[in-house]
Structures are given as C-alpha cells and as structure tokens.
C-alpha cells in the first residue's frame, strides 16, 4: 500500500483548507486510512479515520465539528476538509493505512503503511 498526502499550506485563522490522501494497493476493501498530525517537538495525534468499505469515520474531540474526513472510491482517494482552522492546528498532517479493528484505530503504533506528511500552517 501506498499513500501520498498532498494539499497543505499556509491559511489564516478561520479558513479551510481540504487535504487529499492517494491510496494505492491492490484492493482497499477491508483498510482503514487514517490522517495524524505532528507539530513541532508535540507528539503524534489522531485527527481520524475512514473505513473504506462503509465510510464510517471517528474524529479526535480536538476537531470533530471542524475536520471532515471522506473517501472518493473512483479516485482511490481520501479526503480531510479542515474548516475553521486554528493555530493549534499548525502541523504536519499524514495518511496512513490498517486494517486493525476498529476499537484501535486511535494508536498510530497500529498502522502499517504511510504517506509522506503535508505541513499545515496556521498563522495570522
């Protein structure tokens, strides 16, 4: 499995910003994909996570209201759409892939695949 984020940047307090995950692999049917995020000297944190066979999703209280996380199966694409951003949102963002069950899918140690990161900036 293979996985590139893309869609960062540097936005203003209050704008949205929509990061995009390519996934590749030979079937996606039973992987969840995952977006943490890291920022400066902080340790990694869940943002959340798409079942890619029925969509359910789980979001980090930090952004649930805010963060919405979708998938486009045409595209093999998964999307997080970041509204109202907040200067603690200043990160790098990844994408990653498991198939653990769904109870674990919070721990980053449970993901087997993923993408290089995309640096959101936040900053008036």
């Known amino acids: 499995v293979q996985l590139q984020a893309s869609g960062g940047g540097l936005v203003q307090p209050g704008d949205s910003l929509r990061l995009s995950c390519a996934v590749s692999?030979?079937?996606?049917?039973?992987?969840?994909i995952g977006w943490f995020r890291q920022a400066p000297e902080k340790e990694r944190e869940f943002v959340g996570v798409i079942s890619w066979s029925n969509g359910n999703t789980i979001y980090a209280d930090s952004v649930k209201g805010r963060f919405t996380i979708s998938r486009d199966r045409a595209k093999s694409t998964v999307y997080l759409q970041m509204n109202n951003l907040k200067q603690e949102d200043t990160a790098n963002y990844h994408c990653?892939?498991?198939?653990?069950?769904?109870?674990?899918?919070?721990?980053?140690?449970?993901?087997?695949?993923w993408g290089q990161g995309t640096l959101v900036t936040v900053s008036s």
């Open positions: 990653a892939a498991t198939k653990v069950v769904w109870s674990a899918l919070r721990d980053s140690r449970h993901y087997d695949y």
């Open positions: 692999a030979g079937s996606l049917g039973s992987y969840r």
